[in-house]
């Protein structure tokens, strides 16, 4: 089955400087990579998707980069601010079955 | 409001004992899911529901079973607990698509302690 990994386990940024995550994938056949932000404490929301069909999404300050021959996606975080502070979560999907595969997390520390 | 409710939001269990864990949303959903969170692990899937009794299993089911008898409730039950069970539980649910996965609406998760 699919497995996602997602690469950084801890990021770290200043204030209004740019933070990327990234995440790779196994499955040629997924084409739905959706983020998932938890703050501390809390329940997960969705915070932007991309499918396959595009390379390039952006959303605010929020922009997901699609390479599918690499099985590689990110989310770019630009100009920073502390309520971005949060774990991050990526994940894939292939096919009709709505099955979403997580990776471990990423937990974004903004430092004002 | 589009909103997934879950019930109870804390719950202490002793080993051997039979859990019911109750999801809700109000956005007539059709897929519903059954996921655990646990440190370093990230989110696993241990039921997904399609509809009314239309269930499949997830990565993890072993230990899980699940019921779905209204579109609007899915229900996560663990039939003699284990302390290895000690998560924190969420629900979800999307709408169907014919593309496949959309965006999943998390409740607000139930941290379950097994003694």
């Known amino acids: 089955g699919e497995k996602v990994e997602q690469h950084e386990s801890t990021l770290s940024v200043r204030e209004g400087d740019s933070a990327v995550i990234n995440c790779t994938y196994t499955?040629?056949?997924?084409?739905?990579f959706p983020w998932y932000k938890q703050e501390a404490g809390k329940s997960l929301h969705f915070v932007i998707d991309?499918?396959?069909?595009?390379d390039r999404k952006q959303s605010q300050r929020l922009i997901v980069l699609l390479d599918k021959k690499a099985k590689r996606f990110s989310l770019h975080i630009t100009a920073t601010q502390p309520e971005d502070s949060a774990i991050y979560f990526c994940a894939a999907s292939g096919g009709s079955n709505a099955k979403l595969t997580f990776g471990k997390g990423t937990k974004l520390s903004v430092k004002s | 409001d589009m909103k997934v409710t879950q019930m109870p939001r804390y719950l202490i269990k002793r080993m051997g004992e039979n859990v019911l864990l109750e999801c809700g949303q109000d956005m007539s959903h059709e897929t519903m899911y059954w996921y655990r969170q646990d440190p370093g692990l990230g989110l696993q899937l241990i039921y997904i529901s399609y509809d009314v009794d239309s269930n499949s299993e997830g990565d993890i089911p072993k230990g899980y079973r699940v019921s779905r008898k209204k579109r609007e409730h899915f229900s996560l039950i663990l039939d003699s607990a284990k302390t290895n069970q000690t998560s924190v539980y969420f629900c979800?649910?999307?709408?169907?698509?014919?593309?496949?996965?959309?965006?999943?609406?998390f409740g607000p998760g139930t941290r379950l302690t097994v003694l």
């Open positions: 991309i499918r396959s069909n595009v």
């Open positions: 979800a649910s999307s709408s169907s698509g014919t593309g496949g996965a959309l965006e999943q609406y």
């Open positions: 499955d040629t056949a997924s084409s739905y």
